[in-house]
């Protein structure tokens, strides 16, 4: 299994938008440095047919260590979480009923 990466997306640009490569990587980075600002202040980042980021904030609770068993608090803390579109989900799993009450 590949990862993607910056490299890739930035060849992708490069190959698909006829820009030139210093310009495709600068188009990448601008475009993820304004995602993660707004992440930052608490704005969701919605992508249509791709899917929504949003940073929620997770409580104080009380945790357990698989070793040892013994429990350790968990402080409060903000966690990205990623919600993928009805697209996204039909594409991945095509010939499936993906209707709007469908979760898995």
Do not use: C, W
């Amino acid at each position: 299994m590949k990862t993607l990466t910056r490299a890739h997306l930035a060849e992708a640009i490069y190959t698909q938008v006829g820009l030139s490569r210093n310009e495709s990587a600068a188009l990448l980075e601008t475009v993820l440095e304004q995602m993660s600002a707004a992440l930052e202040s608490g704005e969701p980042v919605k992508i249509s047919a791709f899917g929504s980021f949003v940073v929620r904030q997770k409580g104080k609770r009380v945790g357990r260590n698989p070793k040892t068993g013994i429990e350790v608090p968990i402080m409060p803390r903000k966690v990205l979480s990623f919600r993928p579109s009805q697209v996204l989900k039909a594409k991945l799993n095509p010939g499936l009923d993906m209707g709007p009450d469908d979760d898995a």
